[in-house]
Structures are given as structure tokens and as C-alpha cells.
């Protein structure tokens, strides 16, 4: 079946830190891949994705590859903010399959 | 455009009662997909909805049916709440599952706590 894995955290940094969560994933057939964020009291938005292989998705200073090779999707972003503490999900979907999703990464950054 | 609309927002149950959800997806989506949030548990795929039919369901009792109507709106269903079904509950829709790279646009969610 398809599995994503990711770091749990909880991740805390100090603001303008550099910032990586690790994602790797399984699936059978070819999947687009997504990073969601989730801020407290809300549901999940779409932070960026990426449909093929080296494809990179970015938003809001975020960044991440999509590495066929090593199966992985790591999130990025070169200088955190305060207001970037949040819950950020790595995703996948399989066409004609629901979307997988991992438990999700835990963020803080301090002022 | 209007996001995806839960209701009720919050809600508070005792053990042994029934509940029920409702989602509006975006205009034009015809997907609707339903996922249960935990602190243990993470996100958790309940079921998938598509021109009324259900397409795919996650590994959930009976207890959590489901329902989608002719205008792309859905309703979730719990029966019999026990303590454990405490948790937020997410819909999100798509236009379809026949787009491959169709992102999730999620509501704000439903939040039950079961006493």
C-alpha cells in the first residue's frame, strides 16, 4: 500500500533558523506529492506540491523536490517566522486513490 | 469563491448518542472525502464520496456511515458515540479523482467531544 513517513517533532527553532522536515514515502504507481499546514483551530491548506519527478513546489518562502530516487519530499524554508508555527503534513495521492497522508510535524519557532 | 463549509463547528455528545456532520464542498467539486483528527492517531481516511457513490472507505466500524447528495453536499454519521470518537473531524472536497494532481480543500472542521 502507499505510506508516507515524516519526522513527528515536536520541531522548535529560533526565528530566522533554517528549517527541514524530513518526508519519504511508498506507493504503488506513480504519486503527486503534497506538503498541507494547519494552523491552530483550523483545518489543513495546501502549502505546495509537486507532480513528477524533480519537480520543486514553493510558497511562501517554502520549498520542496520531488526525488524519485530516494522517495522523499523534503520540506524546506531558509528563515523561519513566528508565524509559521504550525502542524505541516506530508501528503501523497495515487491517481484514482484517496490521498495518504503523515502523522504530521509539529513546528515552533521562538521570538 | 465560497471554501468548504462544517457544520456544526462544535458540538458535545454523551455516550450512546448519535451524531451527524454536514459538509458543502466548493462549487464545482464533485469529491467530497471525510477524515477523522486525533492527537494519537493523526489524520485517519474515513471515506470518499464521488457523484453520490462512495468510492473509497477507510478502516472505520460500521458505527461511521456516510452520505452524499445529488447537489455534491455530504453528511457524515456516528451512532452509538463511544469516548474514543472524540476528535475533529475534517471534510475536504476535489473536483474528482480522475485528476491525478487535485489538491484537498479542507474546512475548518467539526470538533465533537463525546462525554
Known amino acids: 500500500g502507499n505510506s508516507v513517513t515524516q519526522m513527528e517533532g515536536p520541531v522548535t527553532l529560533s526565528e530566522e533558523a533554517f528549517l527541514t522536515i524530513n518526508c519519504t514515502y511508498t506507493?504503488?504507481?506513480?504519486?503527486?506529492l503534497f506538503w498541507y499546514v494547519q494552523y491552530p483551530g483550523e483545518g489543513l491548506q495546501l502549502l505546495l506540491k509537486?507532480?513528477?519527478?524533480?519537480d520543486k513546489g514553493s510558497n511562501k518562502g517554502f520549498e520542496a523536490t520531488y526525488r524519485k530516487e530516494t522517495t522523499s519530499f523534503h520540506l524546506e524554508k531558509g528563515s523561519v517566522q513566528v508565524s509559521d508555527s504550525a502542524v505541516y503534513f506530508c501528503?501523497?495521492?495515487?491517481?484514482?486513490?484517496?490521498?495518504?497522508f503523515g502523522p504530521g510535524t509539529r513546528l515552533s519557532v521562538l521570538p | 469563491k465560497a471554501g468548504v463549509t462544517q457544520t456544526p463547528r462544535y458540538l458535545i455528545k454523551t455516550r450512546g448518542q448519535q451524531v451527524t456532520l454536514s459538509c458543502s464542498p466548493i462549487?464545482?467539486?464533485?469529491?467530497v472525502s471525510w477524515y477523522q483528527q486525533t492527537p494519537g492517531q493523526g489524520l485517519q481516511f474515513l471515506f470518499e464520496?464521488?457523484?453520490?457513490?462512495?468510492?473509497n472507505k477507510g478502516n472505520f466500524p460500521g458505527r461511521f456511515s456516510g452520505r452524499q447528495f445529488s447537489n455534491s453536499r455530504s453528511e457524515m454519521n456516528v451512532s452509538t458515540l463511544e469516548l474514543g470518537d472524540s476528535a475533529l473531524y475534517l471534510c475536504?472536497?476535489?473536483?474528482?479523482?480522475?485528476?491525478?494532481?487535485?489538491?484537498?480543500?479542507f474546512g475548518e472542521g467539526s470538533r465533537l467531544t463525546v462525554l
Open positions: 475536504a472536497s476535489s473536483w474528482g479523482p480522475e485528476t491525478n494532481t487535485g489538491e484537498l480543500f
Open positions: 464520496y464521488f457523484s453520490e457513490t462512495q468510492r
Open positions: 509537486a507532480t513528477k519527478a524533480d
Open positions: 506507493a504503488t504507481g506513480y504519486p503527486s
Open positions: 501528503a501523497l495521492r495515487v491517481y484514482g486513490q484517496n490521498f495518504v
Open positions: 462549487s464545482g467539486h464533485r469529491s
